[in-house]
């Protein structure tokens, strides 16, 4: 059904592709959203979530946990820690009303997020105000009451009152309509474990000490001059991000504030490192964010120990370099394995540091914006969701 409610929105359906020009597909009116929030079912109440309260935050924890993406096998499903929903969902400038919950007696049945970003649409007159929507979740037992769409149009009525007309987000679903394809792939660190859990499987020829052999990274990084960021290194990192993503067609642009939020390392959450040469002159980072998945049913396991590539930027290290010693440096953190999608520079180092093709797909879409071509290629896109 879900077509149904997408034929409804401004998203770009194939037929009417080609006469559309780039840009806003329906102007906005200001002055006739809704000001009163969509109707919800018989005891069922809107409810904006405080993260910084504990209980409320435990209550968007638990309902992630248990309800939240799982992989296409239903093997594995995130696990997002409460000090990585604050990262993620309480950047500068947040908006209370953003973070919408849905409860029935007191319970949280369901939620969906937003975040204010500024994104740059396939060139530099296109800086767009929009939001960033992620973790759309309704509890299993209540899915098909159709609360996902209502979550959808609420959330997006609460945006279009900020006068902002965009959403950018990804989805593993394919709905109408994507901008942009991405595949992603992961690196093992810690092969007996992924065989373990079922994430990496054996064929005839192959043993678990085969693949240990394989995959062995050295103790230490190759990089000298790496080490943890610090908040002295956040103008250097602010030039070297900004200037890396004009490379992409899609990419924010980001303030001091906002690489002081997103990149300064928080224990269990995200880790950056800088390549400090002489004089105190930062020429590359790399990062990586923790997003545990609860192992659904394993005699062994709980959790999957998973890092996710975040922003790399290698102006004087070589690239693959870099990325091997962000291998090294997240299984020295403790990860089991390394994911990254095929979007950025990525395709340069995939290959040669022995990523495996994922059996999935991440869709990235944009909401009320019609680009130049249909799609964008997956190395056009410079932004990463967690
Ligand atoms: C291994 O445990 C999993 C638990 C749930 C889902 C998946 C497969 C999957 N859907 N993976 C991704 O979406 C993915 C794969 C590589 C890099 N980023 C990703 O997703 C990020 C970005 C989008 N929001 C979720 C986290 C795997």
New binding site residues.
């Given amino acids: 059904k879900p077509h149904q409610f997408w034929q409804t929105q401004p998203m770009p359906n194939i037929n009417e592709m080609d006469k559309l020009k780039p840009g806003p597909i329906q102007l906005g009116v200001l002055a006739e959203v809704r000001k009163d929030p969509f109707n919800l079912i018989e005891k069922y109440e809107w409810f904006n979530v405080d993260l910084r309260n504990e209980e409320q935050a435990q209550q968007v924890y638990t309902l992630l946990k248990e309800n ?5 096998d239903n ?4 696990d997002y820690s409460i000090e990585f929903l604050r990262w993620a969902l309480l950047p500068p400038g947040q908006y209370a009303d953003w973070l919408v919950g849905v409860r029935v007696n007191q319970k949280l049945v369901g939620f969906i997020s937003g975040i204010p970003v500024t994104l740059y649409i396939e060139n530099q007159q296109n800086k767009v105000k929009m939001t960033e929507i ?1 973790f759309l979740c309704v509890h299993k037992k209540i899915r098909s009451n159709r609360l996902a769409p209502v979550l959808i149009k609420e959330i997006t009525r609460r945006v279009h009152i900020k006068n902002m007309w965009q959403a950018v987000y ?1 989805a ?1 679903i394919v709905v109408p309509t994507p901008i942009s394809q991405t595949r ?3 690196r093992s660190l810690n092969a007996k474990k992924l065989i373990e859990v079922g ?1 990496s499987s054996l064929s005839a020829r192959q043993t678990i000490s085969r693949q240990q052999k394989l995959y062995k990274l050295p103790e230490e990084p190759k990089t000298p001059g790496l080490r943890p960021m610090k908040k002295k290194d956040v103008a250097q990192v602010t030039k070297l991000l900004n200037e890396y993503l004009k490379n992409f067609k899609l990419y924010f642009k980001y303030t001091e504030e906002e690489v002081k939020h997103w990149f300064l390392p928080r224990k269990d959450v995200i880790s950056t490192y800088v390549v400090e040469k002489e004089q105190g002159i930062v020429t590359d980072f790399l990062s990586f964010y923790n ?1 545990p ?1 609860q192992v659904i049913n394993n005699p062994k396991h709980t959790h ?1 120990k ?1 890092a ?2 975040y922003y790399n930027v290698a102006t004087q290290t070589p690239i693959v370099q870099l990325m091997y010693d962000a291998l090294i440096l997240a299984k020295n953190e403790g990860f089991d ?1 390394f ?3 095929d979007i950025m520079d990525n395709e340069k180092f995939l290959k040669e540091l022995m990523f495996c093709s ?1 059996d ?1 797909q ?1 869709n990235y879409y944009l909401y009320n914006w019609k680009l130049e071509k249909d799609m964008l290629k997956p190395e056009e896109i410079g932004i ?3």
Wanted: hydrophobic share 45%; net charge negative; glycine share 10%.
């Fill in positions: 939240y993406v799982e992989d296409d093997m594995f499903r995130f992620n990804t593993g992603y792939y992961h994430f997003l998945s999957l998973a996710y590539s394995v994911n990254a999608l994922g999935g991440l990463v969701l967690v």
